[in-house]
């Protein structure tokens, strides 16, 4: 069956306390929206539109960047969920396959989940993604008649019967499309908070004799989030997903609470991350690296056998080939570096391509801006860059050549020469026992004043 997903992100955010729209703030460094589009796109859906109110703009900018295919709707007045979907009647006129209604601000429900919901629309017209509720605070509760679910009643209409209920609505829900464009025209706002509940169409298919189905999954992927703490719950709860799946992978983690994963980092087997890394956003790590203690990663490939940090930083566009060593405080951006390369200590590498085997000693710096544009080093094979060189770009490094520590290399260095860019050490012999006399005296003629 085709699938139109129908996010609703049109709600203010009150509680963020933020200038920014609620479902653009960030879980593991994508948007609460982005993760949201992820796990809805995993059914492959027709259509892909979001209900948008408060920063609708900055939610168009944001989804169109995601997938640029996303249809945005907007619910100028937030006048309820059942009213946020009517939004979308026109721009589904004639469609005929099934709806998937999904927040925003709900990042964590799995694609797995969700798979289960779709399935499930094969023999329900209606289907509800509820879960039981450690605290079901006021999350409206599902009613079921045997094992079919006959009604959702919202927390504030609720009797206390009612609200002892722990099974909860998500408020994920599948529907059949003409079957629910024809419901949300019986749609009315009268309860207890006047607005227009798309929870109220499963009362009106029951009445129509239509089957309304439950699909339970974790309490744990349906967390809303309405506030920083929830943010910050979220966060928590993705962080421990992602480790757990890492270690059963084959990822060796010393003390796994304190590494951070972003909603994309690939790792492989036999990998061993050590205590207290970040991984930013674009990173994928091969087989059998170790990524030493303190080190930051984003939009960086790191090969087999590669060995990282301590306190290193790779930056995009750092491709690292097998067996590459970084050091500590080692900046890598938008580099290639090749088989076996070292850059073990202090060193910052930027616009560069560095051939195998290459050493590259302490302290060095590809000096590849300007003030106004970047410039490219290109270093060769086998070549040894003596600790302190200042590579100033653009500049070209030939195979097997040897720069002298501290030089300062502004022209290319042909393959086997050995490059000094430095002034000459003169020895003035005698002269520093001389200076020290002079000096002490003038510290102690200086107390006595
Ligand atoms: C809703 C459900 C409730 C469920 C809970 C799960 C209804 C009536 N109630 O309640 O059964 O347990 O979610 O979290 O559906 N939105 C719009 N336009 C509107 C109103 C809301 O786009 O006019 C969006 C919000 O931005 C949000 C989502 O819809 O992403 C849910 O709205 P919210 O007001 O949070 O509903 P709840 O009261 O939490
Ligand atoms: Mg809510």
Do not use: W
């Not at 955010?13 to 609620?22: A, E, F, L």
């Not at 939610?59 to 946020?84: F, M, R």
């Not at 722990?166 to 949300?184: D, Q, R, Y």
């Amino acid at each position: 069956m085709t699938v139109a997903l129908v996010i609703l992100a049109a709600g203010k955010g009150t509680r963020m306390q933020s200038d920014i729209p609620k479902v653009l703030h960030e879980v593991a460094g994508a948007s609460l929206l982005a993760h949201t589009l992820k796990a809805g796109q995993s059914l492959q859906p027709s259509r892909t539109i979001i209900v948008a109110g408060h920063g609708a703009q900055e939610i168009e900018v944001a989804s169109k960047a995601y997938d640029e295919n996303c249809e945005l709707i907007l619910q100028t007045e937030q006048l309820g969920t059942g009213h946020a979907v009517e939004q979308t009647r026109a721009t589904l006129a004639g469609f005929k396959g099934s709806v998937i209604v999904l927040y925003g601000d709900t990042p964590l429900i799995s694609a797995k989940t969700l798979k289960r919901l779709n399935d499930s629309l094969v023999t329900s017209a209606v289907s509800v993604l509820g879960f039981q509720a450690t605290d079901p605070g006021k999350y409206g509760r599902l009613i079921t008649q045997g094992d079919k679910l006959d009604r959702i009643v919202e927390f504030k209409d609720a009797s206390d019967e009612e609200r002892s209920i722990k099974l909860c609505n998500s408020g994920v829900m599948g529907i059949s499309a003409p079957l629910l464009f024809e419901l949300l025209l019986q749609l009315d706002n009268k309860n207890a908070v006047g607005e227009y509940y798309l929870t109220d169409i499963v009362a009106l298919a029951t009445a129509q004799n239509a089957t309304c189905t439950i699909v339970q999954c974790d309490e744990s992927e349906t967390l809303g989030v309405n506030s920083r703490v929830e943010l910050a719950q979220a966060e928590h709860t993705f962080q421990t997903i992602r480790r757990a799946e890492a270690l059963k992978i084959g990822v060796t983690m010393p003390a796994p609470e304190t590494v951070h994963f972003s909603f994309d980092t690939i790792i492989g087997r036999d990998t061993v991350i050590e205590q207290n890394v970040v991984f930013g956003p674009g990173v994928t790590v091969e087989n059998g690296a170790r990524i030493r203690s303190f080190s930051h990663l984003e939009g960086a490939h790191i090969s087999d056998g590669c060995i990282i940090g301590p306190y290193a930083r790779l930056r995009p566009g750092a491709e690292l080939a097998e067996n590459v060593k970084i050091g500590n405080f080692v900046e890598v951006k938008a580099s290639t570096l090749h088989e076996n390369v070292k850059v073990n200590h202090l060193s910052y590498i930027g616009d560069a391509n560095i051939g195998a085997r290459t050493n590259i000693g302490a302290g060095t710096v590809t000096c590849n801006y300007d003030g106004a544009m970047k410039h490219q080093t290109k270093i060769g094979q086998d070549v040894f860059i003596g600790s302190n060189t200042m590579l100033v770009a653009p500049v070209k490094i030939g195979d097997g050549a040897l720069t002298a520590s501290g030089s300062v290399i502004v022209n290319d260095v042909p393959s086997g020469a050995l490059a000094l860019g430095r002034s000459k050490q003169v020895n003035k012999p005698g002269l520093a026992f001389k200076l020290m006399k002079k000096f002490k005296a003038i510290k102690v003629s200086k107390k006595g004043n």
